[in-house]
């Protein structure tokens, strides 16, 4: 298991992330209040050679289409292999602030 935890300044508002790779499975919550959000489960497919597909689903909490799209093209990003469980606790949803949560992601996975 490898864990790492960080805080970052993203567009003004302070952003803690935590990261806990395990062999099968990477646990990620990334909060800007200090509290958790709806745990979402994303399970990447290999649909072909050239097509990457995927599953997700809320495990824990209230399914929200705008967030749900965010975590999806974050693990696309990030070339996510295994499977994830998510939590993102936003008070800024910015196109700005979802790449600077991509670069630290990027950085601890």
């Known amino acids: 298991m490898n864990f790492k935890s ?16 395990f062999e099968d499975i990477i646990f990620i919550v990334i909060t800007q209040n200090s509290k958790l959000g709806t745990l979402y489960l994303f399970k990447p497919e290999c649909l072909s050679s050239k097509d990457q597909g995927y599953d ?12 749900t ?16 469980i998510v939590s993102l606790m936003l008070s800024n949803t910015s196109f700005r602030t979802i ?3 991509q670069e630290v992601l990027s950085s601890m996975i």
């Open 6 to 21: 960080v805080a970052a300044l993203l567009d003004g508002v302070h952003t803690d992330f935590t990261v806990s790779v």
């Open 56 to 67: 997700i689903k809320a495990l824990f909490g209230r399914e929200d289409d705008n967030l």
């Open 69 to 84: 799209s965010h975590i999806v093209s974050l693990m696309l990003a990030l070339n996510v292999d295994r499977r994830a």
């Open 99 to 101: 790449r600077a949560i």
